[in-house]
């Protein structure tokens, strides 16, 4: 979970802005805006802190959450926001290890890589393709996009059932 000061902090250090008064003159904010966040006294509301979170780096579902987790009132609302934060930052890593794992099998079939996944994809290639092949690399780029397509309808629910508990 990251605070609002370590969303400022990683925000200015990912851009190289050297104090809260640059940061607050490139989100064009009072400066005294900043002070109040680093502070406690008042919090990003959900356009900054998506506007933070891209300038960090960060997802910005999962910061917006973790901000609406440390604005809750109630250890109960707080409790419910944390663990969106967490359900949303797990489906984004699960996505992007199910993408990793996509691109380095692609990879490793277009180089005729040997290990098990590679050989699996190559077995499903049509006979008549070569790898390397534009066609090939065609073929299995369709392959792909066809498991993203997959991953994504599965993910969808997910994401649906998060956006209305919020």
Not at 14 to 23: E, F, G, N, V
Not at 58 to 81: F, N
Not at 97 to 111: G, T
Request: charged letters at 20%.
């Amino acid at each position: 979970m990251i605070d609002t000061a370590a969303l400022l902090d990683a925000a200015k250090s990912r851009h190289a802005i050297p104090s809260d008064y640059k940061l607050a003159l490139i989100l064009d904010v009072q400066p005294s805006a900043i002070g109040h966040y680093r502070k406690g006294r008042s919090r990003p509301d959900d356009v900054m802190a998506q506007r933070l979170a891209e300038m960090a780096g960060l997802d910005p579902s999962v910061v917006i959450a973790e901000m609406h987790a440390e604005r809750a009132q109630t250890p109960e609302a707080r409790a419910i926001w944390q663990g969106i934060a967490r359900r949303l930052a797990g489906a984004t890593h699960a996505g992007m290890l199910l993408i990793l794992s996509v691109v380095v099998s692609a990879l490793a079939c277009i180089s005729g890589g040997g290990d098990a996944q590679a050989a699996t994809l190559h077995s499903a290639a049509p006979a008549n393709l070569q790898p390397g092949s534009v066609y090939y690399v065609k073929s299995l780029m369709r392959r792909v996009a066809r498991a993203l397509g997959r991953f994504l309808r599965f993910l969808t629910p997910t994401l649906v059932v998060t956006a209305i508990a919020i």
